[in-house]
């Protein structure tokens, strides 16, 4: 099994005084200040990527998951390296300066990795992933150097509770600031729901992003199945046996892997991100995983782009009864059976490539043989498609208009629109002055807020929109207020929503022409989004359209000048 270590190491079946051999002798003597021993040059080395830090619940456990895959990797006749990465956690960086970071730390991550990994000559890859853009930014490198190897979810959170107050969330802590604002909560309860929201680690519990793409892993068939929906920790704050036993069977897979020769794009083939992208659709999850599908597949080498989602939307049913649209929680998925539940609904009703190969080894057909029927079941997390929370093309649809020449994505996640949403314009350049709008009452029934300069290239980094769309459903404008932007939304964002709007503003799309009073229609029906002035109009404002000064440093510059558009994923090379 010990292949491209070699390259590390040296062989260590090669005669002693052989060249290579010789050549190595000074990485094997760093090697062993380490710790090697003379047996340990032979094993096989894995790359255990732990994007840790103790800053936030999302993956503050995860070093002792990354301590148990190394050890059992040991036990099994490896050795594991464990790769570091960087962590920034959406939901305590939301609305500041910090959220910028967030979505360039998905391509750190994935240039991290391909670092550690190419530079140490590893075997395998064992990554795990938990807060929203470490699922994706683990996954990237594997699909990338088409590597062999399987990722791992460190779980998700159980629901939190106070007096008053059950199944809460972080949706829940955001919706309540504006509900305070909004003058429906005084500043007790809010403080309850603050403490009380958030029992322990785990990522965020309904189907936000983390959760969205830690079911498409699944469904890509890059991790094994079940791993998708376990929670990280008791309600003791304890890492659960579960989750524990996930790292060491993960372990053994890594090697049944080498040993079979199965790579990730032998793995991640158009069938799978089919298969990915109709689970997605049917948990209703977030749209956060448009830009991280697209991202993948274009790592893997997969032609799949954004005009096919539609396609997929059209004949999935939404049948996940989960919030933010829902009541429940990717716990209680769990307490059903996980993922392969879900899958093996879709599978038997011919939404799924059951042929599709996966890390376990087995097809996807295979994975969910032994999963129960929801038919079977008595519960209402999970609906059977007979009975659905809602028809196909009801939760996310691409958009495409005069205001959204390339793209836009509208999420739904189950409402009815039987006409077009019209309204007048409110126009604000950055999240901080429309969070400052809506607090104040600015807004009214009808209007159709635009947030931009918000994109992977204007902010940079396309923070997410959550403060500004909780404060309005918060404040009771959820259904009645529109909000469009080109920047991006939190899984937990709910109501009339419209991001990703491309070509952003920064690079002269119609989104920057836009003016306060302007009618904007959002018509479901037709998958147009619609900017209300004539062809002349728009020519003459982008005629004496300027770009706002350029004065960015550091990281932030080196990603307006490399990152693509939302249309493509907002990938970095």
Not at 79 to 84: L, V
Not at 408 to 427: C, T, W
Not at 458 to 476: I, Q
Not at 517 to 524: A, E, K, N, P, R
């Amino acid at each position: 099994l010990k292949v491209r270590s070699i390259r590390l190491t040296g062989d260590p079946e090669s005669r002693r005084d052989d060249p290579f051999w010789v050549k190595r002798t000074g990485a094997r003597a760093h090697l062993r200040a380490a710790g090697f021993k003379d047996e340990d040059f032979k094993k096989p080395i894995f790359t255990v990527v732990c994007p840790y830090s103790n800053a936030l619940p999302c993956n503050n456990h995860f070093r002792q998951l990354a301590d148990t895959v190394v050890e059992e990797i040991e036990r099994l006749g490896g050795k594991g390296f464990i790769c570091s990465t960087p962590v920034v956690s959406d939901a305590e960086t939301m609305g500041s300066h910090g959220m910028k970071y967030s979505l360039i730390s998905r391509d750190a991550i994935a240039d991290c990795v391909e670092i550690m990994h190419e530079a140490y000559a590893a075997d395998g890859i064992i990554a795990l992933g938990g807060c929203d853009k470490t699922v994706p930014g683990v996954l990237m490198p594997l699909a990338r150097l088409n590597a062999c190897g399987l990722s791992l979810y460190g779980g998700t959170i159980l629901p939190g509770k106070c007096d008053g107050h059950e199944r809460l969330d972080a949706c829940s802590v955001m919706e309540a600031i504006g509900s305070f604002a909004g003058g429906l909560m005084d500043i007790e309860e809010l403080h309850k729901i603050e403490c009380g929201a958030l029992p322990g680690s785990g990522a965020c519990g309904g189907m936000f992003t983390a959760n969205t793409m830690s079911s498409a892993v699944e469904a890509l068939g890059m991790a094994l199945p079940g791993t998708a929906s376990a929670p990280a920790v008791s309600y003791e704050n304890e890492v659960t046996e579960k989750k524990l036993s996930q790292c060491r069977t993960a372990a053994a897979a890594a090697f049944s892997l080498l040993k079979s020769g199965l790579k990730a794009r032998d793995v991640l083939t158009k069938k799978a991100f089919e298969n990915a992208l109709t689970v997605m659709f049917a948990l209703g999850g977030s749209t956060n995983g448009v830009l991280h599908l697209l991202a993948l597949a274009y790592e893997a080498g997969v032609d799949f782009r954004i005009e096919e989602f539609n396609a997929i939307g059209e004949k999935t049913p939404l049948i996940a009864n989960l919030t933010p649209h829902g009541k429940y929680h990717m716990a209680d998925v769990d307490t059903l059976g996980g993922l392969p539940v879900v899958m093996r609904e879709l599978l038997d009703n011919g939404l799924l490539h059951g042929e599709c190969m996966t890390v376990s080894g087995k097809t996807v057909a295979e994975n969910v043989a032994s999963a129960p029927r929801i038919a079977d079941l008595k519960q209402d997390v999970i609906r059977p498609l007979s009975d659905p929370l809602a028809p196909p093309g009801r939760h996310i649809i691409i958009m495409k208009g005069n205001l959204a020449p390339d793209s836009a994505v509208l999420k739904i996640s189950g409402k009815k629109f039987d006409k077009p949403f019209s309204g007048p314009a409110k126009v604000f350049d950055g999240e901080v002055a429309a969070y400052d709008a809506i607090t104040a009452g600015q807004l009214k029934p009808g209007d159709v807020m635009v947030i931009r300069y918000e994109g992977p290239k204007g902010s940079p980094g396309m923070p997410e929109m959550l403060s500004p769309g909780a404060a309005l459903v918060g404040a009771g404008l959820g259904k009645t207020v529109a909000l469009v932007t080109d920047g991006r939304f939190s899984g937990a964002s709910h109501g009339i929503m419209l991001g990703h709007v491309t070509p952003e503003a920064i690079t002269g799309g119609p989104i920057a022409l836009v003016q306060n009073g302007d009618i904007i229609t959002i018509d479901v029906s037709t998958k147009a989004l619609t900017l209300g002035i004539s062809d002349d109009e728009m020519k003459s404002r982008m005629s004496a359209w300027k770009p706002p000064p350029d004065n960015l440093v550091g990281v932030l510059a080196k990603y307006r000048r490399c990152v693509s558009s939302a249309h493509t994923g907002a990938t970095t090379y």
